[in-house]
């Protein structure tokens, strides 16, 4: 028996089809088959369409034939399209204001919801029942609500408190007030960042609390010191996610779903305009032009990734805790 | 001294009992406060919905405070007997459940190779996987239409569905392999003696373990496939294979101001499903969210 | 490490190539087609009796369906053994084909409206180029230009003026529909007479004379009820009274010229509405609502018939109600409002595109000859919606034996969609004089015309709605403008 062990062993380490060898090779197997779905799902789904349109991104594909290889796209983006400037501003704005407001509104909203009184978990769903209402719905909702002539509900009800029926907010139908509109249309679906707030609330051993307040914490400290620490992995990873998301919002085509003046999903005078919907229009609006959208849409891949590698970089402030 | 003793002994008994007076009378008024509050934020939040519902019982051109002038039973009969809703209605359902079962097993799947086991290149593609989150919707929907269309597949439910077949979404991948590897593998490796290979360990052990993410998983899948929009809009073009949210879409498109209550009886019975759903998840969903922010 | 990632990146890019690859190897080339996309054989005799499926396409919005159904029974009675096979689509006509395009599914005939088709022309290969076609029938003695009109068979036409693509299905002039119930409600109101002022070929300030008597009755004067939708939007509205005014929006250079005095004129002649309040600005979302039975006028091509169905649906459950018998108690049409020197009216064209790949190209003619005949263009009425012919001998309405779009309607004004339309004049000519095309982006190419006209549309919506100066509107037009025709 040893000396089988021992061939076992001396045998020839480096032959291809020694149990070994065999043995790793079935484990490695293993582990790539299940990972197998995965791999060639990124690769179809996600790097092929990726690399596919920045090849297209140089040329003029229109859908059905490609005529020439240029950096013109790029050229038009920067230089010729009176929008494009007014698009990245929107977007930016939208991006940057509303993630952030979300996740203050939501830690207060999750403050309420987990006031210790009776009936509380009723308030947290009907606190969450805004986000659960699908995105159209909500577009078409709001534009009746916050409509910008006299049929809009807000208006309705101002006129029926005394305001005179001449006036009318505007909202969505000027281009000052649309962004604005647009954000606090953005307020009634904090209930998502609430729940993660409570899952980070969850997260946090009262105990630390308990210390505190032996310690003599106020509310406020309590806050700075312990709350807002132990939450930075959940505010982090939502804050990536977030600006990634709102990055690509496409609400306002459902707002301004005819176009009232340009482009469909534009908004007055362009104010809504987001990157995501002026790839969509491009491409998808009639006169197929994938090359150009393929340009904008990787410029706005650029900036995501430079913007999360700057995120991670600086994401000194991430306190982890316990390692896993 | 006996009197300075009684004294002593019956001050601090007074003092008890206004101190609890104030302070019950304290949190009567922080409860007080506490309700107030939570109800004005719930009236705020619900009044759009409210809206909704009483705007899908009225007539078309009448202001709300007209309500009881106009109600009608109308749009409600529209959306079931109009064939517009039914069909779209049907197709979003075939998407949804296809998805609600396939995404969870397929990340599990998958998530089940980076939690439990080892081989070169795992945690590459990993890595590789979670950029893929950054690679925007925009980008991919390009060639993917391109490419459907040559494979015919447009008009149908198959770019709704099959993609997710492969995997399952990275972030679900993600949360998986957090809750996995979080574990303990005593079960494991007691299946493993036992003579059970991976495919069994993933079936018979991990997998009836993971019921909470596996809930989580399949919840998102609903709620996420259920309001989808931008997808249905690109693939789906012809009439009889629109989605729920695409059929609302288009009859969203062009039409007077005025003209739009039917769509808001669609909206409220477009909300309905998922809030069912959210009633019936609520812990898990609450639960699911931390797994995932453990390592951030 | 660095052999398991260049082992991982060889797979990817194999798999990658892979997919381009198997992207590409879809194309297959038709070899009944020419190098221009074009059936190699002209055929324009077809045997009756030939079996074959022939798949249409129709856009999924008022009639179109009850009108292509119509058509195809129509033709069954000819071919008898023909199949139709009817296909719904709901997008943009040019979005919708397109896709239809891409995925190899395309029907041999399509319903479309002139700009789509423009748009469509782009393609090689997708549209059936009619024109040999019609030359071979006029050869044989089967077929005769001058028996439509002009102008119309010109908007199924490349640049208005070239291969015909399009085949037009009837005439969709710009008309006015008018409310007379609530006419009549502001003549009891005031004792003043406004209908009799309302005739065909009224002049705007005829036009204007009537609204503000209009404006005197107590539903009007106040603010929050409009007389007009006027479809500002439209080019088929603003193109004619930009002509009228002579504006030219490109010199025969190509140049831009749209700055002038003509333009100044024609944009305050739109914001004149706006601010007199004969009609909702373009930008409040409000509207006079005529299909709601709130406004008086509308300006749009629709058929009579159509817009009396929609007037019947909004006084359905009130005092008002009427049917078709009685329906020229409350409705009636009558033709644009025209400027007095230079009178333009325009139209929109609907019609049917065949495809160039189509197995049976000649059947495809054949339909569009049936859809050109008496019998089809009856068919088109019979189904319920009376559009105007396309064919000149087909305008007297009130041969309603012969000419079946008036069967039913002759106490309506029908003559306000062929007033100066090729009527038929003394000398055995026929008047043309009122039309006009919007055809101005020719200088530029066709693939154009789209994104030129929503520039202007905006252009004249955002000068009309009264926020925006001359100079900011015309900037913004040139940039557009400037960016539309440098797209690749």
Not at chain 3, 210 to 225: I, M, N, P, Q, Y
Request: hydrophobic share 45%; aromatic share 14%.
């Amino acid at each position: 028996m040893s000396i089988i062990v021992q061939n076992e062993q001396i045998g020839k380490k480096g032959s291809l089809f020694s149990p070994r060898r065999r043995r790793a090779l079935r484990g490695w197997l293993t582990g790539f088959l299940f990972a197998l779905p995965v791999i060639l799902g990124i690769i179809i789904f996600s790097y092929y369409p990726a690399i596919q349109t920045f090849f297209w991104s140089f040329t003029d594909f229109n859908g059905m034939e490609i005529t020439e290889w240029s950096f013109y796209q790029y050229e038009y983006m920067f230089t010729i399209d009176p929008d494009i400037w007014k698009i990245f501003g929107n977007t930016l704005l939208y991006a940057f204001v509303s993630v952030p407001l979300g996740l203050v509104l939501g830690y207060f909203l999750a403050l309420a919801a987990n006031f210790k009184v009776k009936g509380v978990p009723v308030y947290r769903l009907l606190f969450y029942m805004p986000v659960i209402i699908p995105g159209i719905v909500n577009g078409i909702l709001f534009s009746t609500i916050l409509g910008g002539n006299k049929f809009g509900v807000i208006n309705e009800l101002f006129h029926a408190f005394g305001m005179s029926a001449d006036k009318n907010f505007k909202f969505f139908l000027s281009g000052n007030t649309a962004m604005a509109s647009l954000l606090f249309m953005g307020v009634w679906t904090v209930g998502g960042s609430m729940i993660i707030w409570l899952s980070a609330f969850k997260n946090i051993p009262d105990t630390l609390y308990e210390a505190a307040k032996l310690d003599g914490a106020n509310a406020w400290q309590r806050l700075i010191k312990i709350t807002l620490p132990m939450s930075t992995p959940m505010i982090f990873y939502n804050l990536i996610t977030g600006v990634i998301g709102a990055l690509q919002c496409t609400t306002p085509l459902v707002i301004d779903a005819a176009g009232i003046t340009g482009a469909p999903g534009s908004g007055f005078d362009n104010s809504l305009y987001f990157v995501a919907i002026k790839i969509y229009n491009e491409a998808f609006g009639g006169s197929a032009y994938y090359a150009y959208a393929s340009a904008i849409a990787w410029v706005l891949f650029a900036f995501i990734g430079i913007l999360t590698i700057i995120i991670f970089s600086t994401s000194k402030w991430v306190f982890y805790g316990e390692e896993d | 001294m006996e009197q300075n003793l009684s004294i002593a002994r019956n001050i601090p008994v007074a003092v008890n009992e206004d101190k609890m007076r104030s302070a019950r009378r304290k949190r009567t008024v922080l409860k007080i406060v506490q309700y107030v509050v939570l109800t004005l934020v719930t009236v705020f939040l619900i009044f759009p919905f409210v809206v909704m519902v009483i705007r899908s019982f009225m007539r078309d051109g009448y202001s709300l405070m007209e309500f009881s002038q106009a109600s009608t039973l109308k749009n409600w009969k529209d959306l079931f007997s109009d064939g517009a809703y039914m069909t779209p209605l049907l197709k979003t359902v075939i998407i949804v459940a296809v998805n609600v079962v396939v995404m969870p097993l397929a990340s599990s799947l998958c998530a089940y190779s980076f939690a439990r086991t080892k081989w070169k290149g795992k945690e590459l593609t990993f890595a590789l996987m979670l950029a893929t989150m950054m690679i925007p919707a925009s980008i991919v929907q390009l060639p993917l239409y391109v490419l459907f269309s040559k494979l015919g597949w447009l008009n149908s439910v198959l770019p709704l569905t099959v993609p997710n077949l492969f995997g399952g979404g990275a972030i679900n991948i993600f949360l998986f392999r957090q809750y996995i590897r979080s574990l303990p593998k005593e079960l494991e490796e007691a299946a493993k003696i036992d003579g059970a290979n991976a495919l069994r360990r993933y079936a018979r052990v991990t997998l009836p373990l993971c019921k909470p993410i596996l809930i989580f998983v399949a919840v998102n899948a609903f709620t996420a496939n259920w309001s989808d929009f931008m997808s249905p809009l690109i693939y789906m073009t012809s009439e009889d294979s629109y989605t729920l949210a695409v059929a609302i879409y288009q009859n969203t498109v062009g039409v007077r101001a005025s003209a739009i209550n039917v769509r808001m009886a669609a909206g409220v019975f477009m909300s309905v499903p998922p809030a069912i759903i959210f009633l019936l998840f609520q812990k898990n969903l609450i639960d699911g969210l931390t797994v995932g922010a453990v390592k951030g | 490490m660095l052999k398991r990632m260049s082992a991982f990146g060889a797979c990817a890019l194999l798999v990658l190539s892979v997919m381009l690859g198997f992207t590409a190897c879809f194309e297959v080339d038709n070899p009944n087609l020419d190098e221009n996309g074009q059936p190699n054989q002209i055929v324009t005799e077809v045997d009756y009796d030939i079996t074959a499926t022939l798949k249409v396409a129709y856009k999924s919005e008022n009639s179109e369906k009850a009108i292509v159904q119509s058509l195809a029974d129509g033709f069954k009675k000819i071919f008898k053994n023909v199949t139709v096979e009817l296909v719904a689509y709901n997008d943009g006509t040019a979005n919708a084909i397109t896709k239809l395009y891409n995925a190899k599914t395309m029907p041999d005939i399509f319903m479309s409206d002139s700009f789509s088709m423009l748009t469509l022309s782009a393609t090689k290969g997708l549209l059936l180029n009619f024109t040999p076609y019609i030359e071979q029938e006029i050869e044989a003695g089967n077929f005769a230009l001058e028996d439509y009109y002009d102008a119309y068979m010109r908007l199924g036409q490349i640049g208005f003026n070239g291969a015909q693509c399009m085949i037009p299905r009837s005439a969709d002039r710009v008309v006015c529909h008018i409310n007379k119930k609530l006419i009549r409600e502001v003549e009891e109101e005031t004792g003043k007479d406004i209908l009799s002022k309302i005739h065909n070929g009224w002049t705007w300030e005829e036009f204007y004379e009537v609204c503000d008597l209009l404006k005197e009755g107590s539903t009007f004067k106040k603010g929050g009820r409009f007389l007009l939708d006027g479809e500002i939007k439209w080019e088929a509205v603003w193109n004619p009274v930009f002509k009228s005014y002579g504006v030219e929006y490109f010199d025969k250079d190509g140049n831009v010229a749209i700055d002038s005095e003509a333009t100044k004129q024609a944009l305050d002649h739109f914001k004149y509405w706006v601010s007199q309040g004969y009609c909702a600005s373009p930008t409040s979302g409000m509207s006079a609502d005529f299909e709601y039975g709130k406004g008086v006028f509308y300006f749009n091509s629709m058929a009579a018939s159509q817009e009396i169905k929609t007037l019947i649906e909004a006084y359905k459950d009130t005092d008002d109600a009427f049917t078709v018998e009685n329906a020229s108690n409350t409705y009636d049409v009558v033709t644009m409002p025209v400027k007095a020197d230079n009178p333009l009216i325009g139209a929109g064209a609907a019609g049917y595109c065949g495809y160039a790949g189509s197995e049976n190209p000649a059947l495809v003619w054949q339909f569009m000859k049936y859809l050109l005949t008496k019998d089809g263009q009856n068919a088109i009425a019979d189904s319920g919606v009376n559009y105007v012919p396309v064919r000149k001998d087909m305008a007297d309405y009130t041969d309603s034996e012969n000419n079946h779009w008036g069967k039913g309607y002759e106490n309506i004004n029908l003559q306000a969609y062929v007033y100066k339309s090729g009527e038929l004049l003394e000398d055995g000519s026929y008047n043309d004089d009122w039309n006009c095309n919007t055809d101005y982006f020719n200088v530029k190419g066709s693939k154009y015309a789209v994104d030129l006209n929503a520039g202007v549309s905006t252009f004249v919506t955002s000068y009309a709605a009264g926020s925006k100066s001359y100079d900011t509107v015309l900037n913004t037009l040139k940039k557009t403008w400037d960016a539309a025709l440098k797209k690749r």
